[in-house]
């Protein structure tokens, strides 16, 4: 009986880690296929397979370009989201006042307004003031995104006893010195779910970016757009554009895995 | 090595409307090693925290030296602290952890080593500096917080209930060896712990508090043979004295519990001096000071009382008879020969040389 779940739920792990995986596969396969072969089959194994689709979805999304934008914005956003929401969480919750807890709920409140709802005045305000560019979209991904971030971090310092800054205190550290040395490496399971939270946010948008930035700063996902006219979609290179702009989220993956695993591991057993 | 001195000591915490400390006093000479115990929320470990400077004092005046340091950061006071949860640092290995205070002042690297390892000498922790705190036993863990402490050479070492995370046979082994430590660093301590035995084994003086305030100062046999008043009397020695209302008539101490015991001439002489003929007071006599045995049956004659054993406790050595008499319970710590079961009627002998009196108002010691 025992035996027969564990194949079961082995079988069904499977049957959701195929679903799961189906667009993978979608996109990989089809990125390899002629326009013609995708409207052929678009489940089929591509035959014949060419590689051309990279070269020149590589060419037309000016993909170093627009890696190079995506990864600025991208690191620059969530290094200053990890630096101000870290500083700011733990400045609010070792500080026990009123205001303080007003501005905690202040902060978890905000993540409850639907970007939606802010985007058009905010892209006027920010035109006005000649901000329509990658630093100005920086700093909104900072307001954006630090609500979640600082209720993260606030989470975890919660758990960091108070000794540890008396400790450090006592033995001459400065308050920087403090977060900096002592906090702040303990907040790091933390941060790498920040860190990966941000980044997938930040490097998959495609709205926020497309009423920010003029055309010379496009990120992948607006470059990607080209590639859908009004009369003629390019299956075949949005494909292979995606198939691209993937990688580093992979690679950032694959690199980071097992600081996620220890997070959630971390502090399960004493 | 410094002098101490808290001078009328009070802390009032923000939006509570008592003082949780009144009018603390105390001067520590130089490398003695004090203890402050008391129950819980009786205001030592605040004490502790206003002479480490993380809490403000209120009212009065700390000095070190001659000098007040009511305003000095932490870290300009020549002070180290050992936590009750260690505070150990848990990215850093057990050499960064005790260097950590010396690189922010940023010593000399050599020397930081040097000290560092002398360090982990003495408290034989030569080869785990390697390691980080989570690889580490709860013993080890504590070595290292006294390290920390020990790598800073620092005037005054101030220990928060070091020891109440550790398991019993550890916990005694600690014990030696912090009382080593001072015999050998020669650096003022102030100890925090509920623990009356860490205090009555390791202490110099022992501060005792309740509700904020001192109950006493004094020596470790100072507090156990001459006790301020019953707090201090039931709260040094365990198990805790037994208390026994009554009077004084004639040269007996009686009450309506059926104890009529004769008081010894030279305690009578003071007791009636002070005007306690015929008034009401507390008879206070240590378990210890309590005989099963017939030769303390018979030379303690007229100080017999009748018991009911409720409880009794075979400790090895000992036996501690859970007795009452009246209805006063009360506790005998006799010899484990005369070990009596539940249930018995016995008689017991009061060694009343050894006996204390109590005001019924003021609680402080008559005699």
């Known amino acids: ?270 | 090595m410094v002098e101490i001195n808290l001078e009328h000591i009070y802390k009032k915490y923000s939006g509570n409307d008592k003082y949780s400390v009144s009018d603390f006093n105390l001067h520590a000479k130089d490398g003695e090693f004090i203890f402050f115990i008391g129950p819980s929320g009786c205001g030592k470990s605040t004490i502790l925290r206003m002479i480490a400077g993380l809490e403000e004092i209120t009212k009065g005046e700390f000095k070190m030296d001659g000098k007040v340091m009511n305003e000095a950061a932490p870290k300009d006071r020549g002070i180290a602290m050992v936590f009750q949860n260690y505070a150990l640092y848990p990215h850093m290995t057990v050499f960064d952890n005790m260097a950590f205070g010396l690189n922010i002042r940023k010593n000399d690297k050599a020397d930081t080593k040097r000290r560092v390892e002398e360090a982990a000498t003495i408290l034989g922790l030569n080869d785990f500096l390697q390691r980080k705190p989570a690889a580490l036993s709860g013993g080890q863990r504590q070595r290292v917080a006294l390290g920390r402490a020990i790598v800073r050479e620092a005037n005054l070492f101030l220990l928060d209930e070091p020891l109440s995370n550790l398991d019993a046979k550890l916990r005694v082994n600690m014990r030696t060896e912090i009382a080593k430590l001072h015999q050998r660093l020669g650096t003022n301590m102030i100890y925090v712990t509920h623990d009356q035995i860490e205090a009555m084994t390791m202490a110099d003086r022992i501060v005792i508090m309740d509700v904020g305030k001192v109950q006493q100062i004094g020596t470790p046999f100072e507090l156990y043979n001459k006790p301020k008043n019953k707090f201090v009397a039931g709260f040094i020695g365990s198990p805790a004295m037994n208390f026994f209302p009554g009077k004084l008539v004639g040269n007996q101490f009686i009450n309506d519990d059926g104890v009529a015991v004769v008081v010894p001439e030279g305690q009578l002489k003071v007791l009636a001096d002070k005007g306690y003929a015929d008034k009401p007071l507390t008879m206070g006599i240590r378990p210890e000071d309590i005989h099963a045995e017939q030769v303390a049956l018979d030379t303690f004659a007229d100080a017999i009382i009748d018991a009911n054993i409720q409880v009794s406790e075979l400790l090895g050595a000992d036996s501690m008879l859970y007795s009452r008499t009246g209805k006063v319970d009360f506790i005998a710590q006799v010899d484990a020969r005369d070990y009596h079961k539940p249930g018995d009627n016995i008689k017991l002998a009061l060694e009343m040389s050894k006996a204390h009196y109590f005001d019924n108002e003021t609680d402080l010691t008559i005699l």
């Not at chain 1, 970016?209 to 010379?216: R, T």
């Open chain 1, 1 to 270: 009986m025992h035996k027969t779940s564990k194949w079961l739920l082995g079988i069904v792990g499977l049957l959701i880690g195929l679903v799961w995986l189906f667009p993978f596969y979608l996109i990989l396969v089809n990125s390899f296929k002629t326009p013609k072969g995708i409207f052929a089959s678009v489940l089929r194994f591509p035959d014949p397979a060419t590689t051309a689709n990279y070269g020149d979805s590589f060419r037309a999304l000016n993909f170093l370009g627009s890696l190079t934008n995506s990864l600025i914005i991208t690191v620059a956003g969530v290094l200053l989201i990890i630096f101000a929401s870290s500083m700011g969480a733990y400045a609010l919750q070792r500080n026990h006042s009123k205001l303080s807890g007003g501005i905690l709920m202040l902060f978890i409140s905000a993540m409850l307004i639907p970007f939606q709802s802010v985007m058009i005045p905010l892209t006027a305000m920010f035109g006005k003031v000649h901000m329509l560019n990658m630093v100005g979209l920086v700093i909104m991904y900072l307001g954006f995104q630090c609500s979640l971030s600082i209720f993260l971090y606030q989470g975890t310092l919660n758990s960091i006893p108070m000794a540890m800054d008396e400790a450090a205190e006592i033995e001459g550290a400065t308050k920087w010195q403090t977060f900096f040395k002592v906090i702040f490496p303990m907040l790091s399971p933390i941060t790498v779910t920040v860190a990966i939270l941000n980044i997938i946010a930040i490097w998959n948008d495609y709205l926020l970016p497309s009423l920010v930035l003029p055309q010379s700063q496009y990120t992948i996902p607006l470059q990607m757009f080209n590639f859908f006219g009004e009369y003629t979609k390019q299956w075949h290179l949005a494909l292979a554009g995606l198939a691209l702009s993937i990688l580093p989220v992979i690679l950032f993956y694959l690199f980071a895995q097992r600081y996620i695993i220890k997070g959630v591991t971390d502090g399960a057993v004493k």
